[in-house]
């Protein structure tokens, strides 16, 4: 594709309740990063995929945050039992390679009510 | 944290006049790398500097960085109110994370 894609682009949910937040990568891109951006704030970074590498996980806020790669490719970040502070932004963001220039998706806005 | 900072947290300058912004960090990095948001959109990279760079110019930007004094400063010059948006630097501090910063808001009034 011509850039990173990211679905849904609005999400609102029920305290409580899972949600799934997609992410397509740019074609080729072996890095792959997640952040969480709250209003007005910076990035905050969740988590990282390189390859066939284990995820660098070190970012992700609690147990309720996952995310998994399929195929070096599309990535999902499921956030279980949602709570009102996961209210956010969250933006994905492919690289060609580790360290390189980051192309962001245009995020998903998590509304938690 | 090696989150770096970033100051003004907001700027607000007429149309044609210059905008500077900076940047500071904290531990030693590989390189640092400047990006603008406009308002619900995602990050758009601007340009990268490397630690052995002192200076660089991409059109109407110019990035200095200091090591020394860990900090960098990203000018605009003669600003256009497309230029409006928040401007991150992101630094690499050779682990598996960028550090972005909290962002400085620009806003260019015509």
């Known amino acids: 594709g011509a850039g990173v894609s990211q679905s849904p682009s609005n999400k609102v949910t029920e305290k409580g309740k899972d949600v799934e937040l997609r992410c397509d990568p740019i074609s080729g891109h072996t890095a792959l990063y997640w952040y969480r951006q709250s209003l007005g704030q910076g990035l905050e970074f969740l988590i990282y995929?390189?390859?066939?590498?284990?995820?660098?996980k070190s970012g992700l806020p609690s147990d309720r945050f996952s995310a998994e790669r399929t195929g070096g490719s599309v990535s999902t970040l499921t956030i279980q039992r949602t709570q009102q502070e996961d209210s956010a932004v969250y933006l994905c963001?492919?690289?060609?390679?580790?360290?390189?220039?980051?192309?962001f998706g245009a995020g998903t806005r998590l509304s938690v009510l | 944290s090696q989150q770096g900072e970033e100051d003004p947290q907001a700027l607000s300058i007429q149309e044609g006049e210059n905008a500077t912004m900076n940047c500071s960090y904290k531990?030693?990095?590989?390189?640092l790398q400047w990006y603008r948001q406009n308002s619900g959109r995602g990050l758009v990279h601007l340009i990268l500097?490397?630690?052995?760079?002192r200076e660089k110019h991409s059109g109407r930007l110019r990035v200095t960085l200091d090591t020394s004094k860990k900090s960098s400063s990203l000018l605009i010059t003669a600003s256009r109110a497309a230029d409006t948006a928040s401007y991150f630097c992101a630094t690499d501090a050779g682990l598996n994370q960028f550090y972005f910063g909290t962002g400085t808001s620009l806003t260019v009034i015509p």
């Open positions: 531990t030693s990095i590989n390189n």
């Open positions: 500097i490397r630690s052995n760079e």
């Open positions: 995929f390189q390859g066939n590498s284990a995820p660098d």
């Open positions: 963001a492919s690289s060609i390679s580790n360290k390189n220039i980051q192309y």
